[in-house]
């Protein structure tokens, strides 16, 4: 083979190799997006050694102890207020334990019953991990304990006698756990709660109407489909129809109730009904959802597909400017309940007034 040969064979090697790489080159270009290669991290800097420790061999810092993780504390959490348990409605008593305790113990040891009489009360715990007040869970720990008696329901306030009961019970919770329990003043406890029924017991309000037939009664299958039409669903209880909240477990809007023996009847459709009644809770229903509005609008949307009257509880009609005074009467309550921190639909609303 001669020179020439030799040169044009090695020629013809460079350029095939260069085509070959170009190809492969195209072909990773056309290719899905790959992931970059992981970069390396830098280098954390070392922690400065408080106390000085001894020099190594190759001239690094060897901390011996006394170093800013040696000493670290844990995390504290601010504490937050309960959720469930309101000085504004709740009489407290604070728990004091020596050391944490887990929330098994605390599960262990509760009370068998969260009634005190016809006061319901709630004991919970600091969590140690985020500094929130929570009933007592399995696997948690709580650096203290509180628990709160109602002061008043619609049952009437708080008396002496539930509170003694409330009393006894935290207590014998307290020493199971070795804890001290600071209790309020039973005196004051009592007033408290008695000017509170008060002020409850003059703000309360159910408003209702009744629809009644004017010539042919209903069945029972009647009414319930009347009142579909205009978003009602079946109650929890026979003879019972709510217009539901806008968020879950939130207490229904409206609620319409008719003769319960006819609901339960073998066949209900040959009960005849001649009057339903149309309400709404005030304290427990948001100013802010409109019930009043709703409340009047389905009383009359019902009267006419029905062919019912609308009438008070007196048996007396009701016409448009009855339905405006009340709805006067109706902002004035809420103005009130507004200004002792009680607004209709609050959490202590619910609770103080059901």
Known sequence: ?????????????????????????QARKAGPLRPSPPVAPPAEPREPVLDGGPQGAAGGDTPT??????????????????????ALIDAIASITVEAPVSGDMALSHLPPTRRA????????????????WEMPLPGRRYSEFQAGVQLANRTGGLNEIEYSEFVQKVQGFAELLGALVDFPDMLDVVGRARELDAFASQHDAQLAVHLHARLTAWSVGYIQQHAARHGFVAGNVPGRMVLPGAEDGAPPVLVLSYDAQAALADDPNQSAVRDVM??????????????FAAWQAS???LSLGMDAAVVDDNGHPLSVPGFASIGGELRRLYEALAARDLAAGSPAARRLFS
Request: charged share 20%; glycine share 12%.
């Open 65 to 86: 102890g006394g170093g800013l993780a040696d000493r670290a504390e844990p995390m504290l959490f601010p504490r937050r207020p309960s959720a469930r348990i309101d």
């Open 1 to 25: 083979m001669d020179n020439l040969t030799i040169a044009l064979a090695c020629v013809g090697g460079v350029v095939l190799a260069g085509v070959v790489a170009h190809g492969a080159w």
């Open 117 to 132: 009489g016809t006061k319901p009360f709630l004991i919970e715990g600091l969590n140690t991990e985020n500094g929130e």
């Open 299 to 301: 009383a009359q949307a």
């Open 278 to 291: 149309l309400s709404f809770d005030v304290p427990q229903t948001e100013a802010s959802s409109e019930p």
